[in-house]
């Protein structure tokens, strides 16, 4: 019932930037969080950024200063502004919603595909 769809990912020179989109599609009433995970390989999957309904945000250590998340309520959108690339941040990253609420589920969470970031030094 409910998509996320990922785009913005693809190649970057270190230094350079690239703008995450996350659109989540369906009979969605509200979501309470949306963000950003990171998987590189032979690494953990771990938070990069997230952001309540209301506007509170949450960094991974990593990418503090560097990154900055937003949201459109209305569109149920993310957004993942990326600056100052760093090889580092070479990863798949997955798109989640928490606490999405439609009209036959309550409070379920769900992930996008994931988007190939590639940052070259």
């Known amino acids: 019932q409910v998509q996320l769809e990922e785009s913005g990912g693809g190649l970057v020179q270190a230094g350079g930037s690239l703008r995450l989109s996350c659109a989540a599609s369906?009979?969605?009433?509200?979501?309470?969080?949306m963000g950003w995970y990171r998987q590189a390989p032979g690494k953990q999957r771990e938070l990069v950024a997230a952001i309540t309904s209301g506007g509170s945000t949450n960094y991974g250590d990593s990418v503090k200063g560097r990154f900055t998340i937003s949201r459109d309520n209305a569109k149920n959108t993310v957004y993942l502004q990326m600056n100052s690339l760093k090889p580092e941040d070479t990863a798949v990253y997955y798109c989640?919603?928490?606490?999405?609420?439609?009209?036959?589920?309550?409070?379920?969470?769900?992930w996008g595909q994931g988007t190939q970031v590639t940052v070259s030094s």
């Open positions: 369906g009979n969605i009433f509200s979501i309470n969080a």
């Open positions: 989640n919603a928490d606490g999405v609420h439609t009209s036959t589920h309550w409070g379920y969470a769900y």
